[in-house]
């Protein structure tokens, strides 16, 4: 896991970042099925399942007296 996220981040920010993320990597997706990518495209679709896994674990979970 990268420094950056040995933190808690507030869910909303995570739910943004993830989606931003899913995002990308439903564009990168769409590359790669045309077949003139290389395997590094894959890669990097790969890479960015795994940040979204990341953020997910560091994502503070909002208490009860929060309004989300």
């Excluded at 439903?26 to 894959?42: H, I, N, P, Y």
């Excluded at 890479?47 to 560091?58: H, K, R, V």
């Amino acid at each position: 896991m990268d420094e950056k996220l040995n933190k808690r981040v507030p869910c909303e920010d995570v739910l943004v970042a993830i989606g931003d993320i899913a995002s990308s990597g439903q564009k990168l997706q769409e590359v790669l099925a045309t077949g003139v990518v290389s395997l590094r495209v894959a890669d990097a679709c790969g890479a960015l399942f795994n940040e979204i896994a990341d953020l997910a674990g560091a994502a503070e979970l909002p208490t009860s007296d929060s309004d989300t």
